[in-house]
C-alpha cells in the first residue's frame, strides 16, 4: 500500500443558511505510523492542496506498541502546523491504552503529547473546544471510547448518557463535532447531539465486497453497518475513513487508504 486515495464528502446543514459554502475539514484516522514519502510529504502536500479550515483526527495516528516510533504522524502534524492549519486531535484506542497503561508502554504516551501540544496541536482527552470559520460556530469534542469497547467479539451496548456524563451537553445552537474513533455507536452519538461525528478504526472491513461493503471489524464482527464513508440518521451525519494506514492483518482488498475531505453547506 504505497498510495492513499481522496475521498470528498458533502454535510448539509440547517445551521448555515441555505446554499452556503461552510468551512472545510481533511480528517485523519488510522494511520498507525505509516510514512507517504519523505516526512509524509505526500499526505501533508495533499491536505494543504485542499485549503482546510482546520484537520481533524479520529485517531490511532500512531500503533500502540511498547518501543514503537511515532515521527510519522509527528512529521505530518508539525509540516501542518508551520503552515498555520489548526489541528484538532481526538484519541482512538492505540493512543487511549499508551495513556492507560503506562505499565506497559512506559512514557511513550507523555512524550507523544507533549510533542503534539509544543507544536500546537489542540488535543482533545474528553473535552471541547470552540472553533469558528466561514461563518460558522461550532464546538468540537473529542470522545475516548472505554477500552471494553473495543475487546474482540464485544457485544456491550453503549448509551449516551456516557457522552452526558464525560462530556455534558452539547449547545444546540453551535454546530457540534464529536471525533469518536469508534463508529459502531452512532446511533448513540447522534442522540447525545453530534451533528457531525468523524470516526475511523474499522480500516474499511479490510477486504471490501463490491456492492456489499465491509466484511470484518478489528472486533470480529461481520459486515459492519457503518463501515466506510458517509451516513446520516435523523438528520445528524457521520463520515467514516477506510484508514491511512494498517497493523496486524496488513492486507486491504478493493479498500484504498483514505484522506477524507469534508465539506460544510447550507442545506
Not at 112 to 122: I, K, N, P, S
Not at 197 to 213: A, D, E
Amino acid at each position: 500500500m504505497s498510495e492513499f486515495k481522496i475521498f470528498e464528502y458533502e454535510v448539509n446543514t440547517k445551521k448555515l443558511p441555505a446554499r452556503a459554502r461552510g468551512p472545510v475539514f481533511c480528517m485523519l484516522a488510522d494511520l498507525h505510523n505509516k510514512s507517504y514519502g519523505q516526512e509524509n510529504s505526500r499526505l501533508a502536500e495533499a491536505i494543504l492542496a485542499r485549503k482546510p479550515d482546520a484537520v481533524l483526527s479520529a485517531g490511532d495516528l500512531l500503533t500502540g506498541q511498547p518501543g514503537e516510533s511515532f515521527l510519522s504522524p509527528l512529521d505530518l502534524l508539525r509540516r501542518l502546523r508551520r503552515e498555520g492549519i489548526p489541528v484538532f486531535y481526538g484519541n482512538g484506542n492505540h493512543e487511549y491504552r499508551t495513556r492507560l497503561h503506562p505499565e506497559i508502554y512506559g512514557s511513550m504516551y507523555a512524550e507523544y503529547t507533549e510533542a503534539l501540544r509544543e507544536m500546537g496541536v489542540t488535543l482533545l482527552e474528553n473535552r471541547a473546544v470552540s472553533f469558528e470559520a466561514a461563518g460558522l460556530s461550532m464546538d468540537i469534542y473529542g470522545f475516548e471510547l472505554d477500552e471494553r469497547y473495543y475487546q474482540k467479539f464485544c457485544r456491550v451496548d453503549f448509551r449516551e448518557e456516557e457522552l452526558r456524563e464525560k462530556l455534558g451537553t452539547p449547545n444546540p445552537e453551535k454546530f457540534t463535532i464529536l471525533l469518536a474513533h469508534n463508529p459502531v455507536y452512532f446511533p448513540a452519538y447522534a442522540r447525545w447531539g453530534a451533528d457531525l461525528t468523524v470516526s475511523g478504526h474499522l480500516h474499511g472491513g479490510i477486504i471490501r465486497i463490491p456492492g456489499i461493503g465491509g466484511v470484518i471489524t478489528p472486533q470480529a464482527r461481520l459486515f459492519p453497518r457503518y463501515d466506510a464513508g458517509h451516513f446520516r440518521r435523523d438528520g445528524k451525519d457521520l463520515v467514516v475513513s477506510r484508514g491511512l494506514g494498517t497493523h496486524t492483518v496488513n492486507l486491504r482488498v478493493f479498500n484504498p487508504a483514505e484522506l477524507s475531505v469534508i465539506r460544510l453547506c447550507g442545506e
